[in-house]
């Protein structure tokens, strides 16, 4: 059985609870993707806001923002992104992913976080139109996209903690690539995106790991793990 090593990038608080249902949504999503996963848990101050990132065959950048080390969770979803290492970004970590791509793709010089930044009225990621703090709604997936295969559906009800999402003034970017929206709620606000040309770069403003907490594998941490596993095996010689 193949094992499969995930960082989990973000500031570990006991008391969230994305972080409690983490290590509950990849046990139950390691046993129906068929895998073994040891994850292990990096803080934001033990990244370097440049360098080689992390070692790890899969990552994932999880909520509770604004993290300790912005710059350093931006390296390793760089990181991820150029090297094809599978991503998934939740909540913080969607967050953040936009803010990686909005620099480097878009190239909006010093792209702002609302919540480091209050009153940036250019800010890329600001305060969204109505609260999502333990709020839950329907998500309606792009057709063909990486979220409906997991889930195998046009839409999901899913759950929020968040005050923050993509300025809607930066839409446009998601329009022709390669980060696209994917997933929108019922008012047709972004709330998921996928790169392209990527073996598995997937990042939601909802918090999907919290299925796990009623004893549900997440459907898309299942798909990740298969991705990842896919992304390490070894071609076997010919």
């Avoid at 360098?51 to 991820?80: E, F, K, Q």
């Avoid at 392209?196 to 907490?213: G, I, K, N, S, Y």
Wanted: glycine share 8%; with cysteine.
């Amino acid at each position: 059985m193949r094992e499969l090593r995930i960082a989990l990038i973000g500031d570990r608080d006991p008391t969230v609870t994305a972080h409690q249902a983490i290590p509950l949504a990849l046990a139950l999503a390691a046993t129906d993707a068929g895998v073994i996963v040891h994850p292990r848990w990096i803080h934001t101050t033990k990244l370097a806001p440049t360098g080689p990132g992390v070692s790890a065959d899969g990552i994932w950048c999880v909520p509770a923002s604004p993290y300790a080390n912005t710059g350093g969770a931006l390296s390793v979803i760089r990181m991820s992104r150029e090297s094809g290492v599978p991503f998934l970004g939740t909540c913080g970590g969607f967050q953040h992913a936009i803010l990686e791509v909005a620099e480097s793709l878009w190239q909006v010089a010093h792209p702002g976080h609302a919540e480091l930044e209050p009153g940036r009225a250019d800010a890329v990621i600001a305060p969204l139109a109505c609260s999502l703090v333990e709020v839950s709604g329907t998500v309606r997936f792009a057709a063909g996209s990486r979220l409906a295969l997991a889930y195998g559906r046009s839409e999901a009800d899913e759950q929020y903690h968040c005050r923050y999402g993509l300025n809607p003034a930066y839409a446009g970017h998601l329009a022709d690539g390669p980060l696209r929206a994917t997933a929108w709620d019922a008012a047709g606000e972004v709330r998921a995106v996928e790169l392209d040309a990527h073996p598995f770069f997937v990042a939601t403003l909802f918090q999907p790991e919290r299925a796990a907490l009623a004893g549900r594998a997440p459907p898309l941490v299942v798909a990740f793990l298969r991705a990842v596993a896919s992304a390490t095996a070894v071609p076997s010689p010919s």
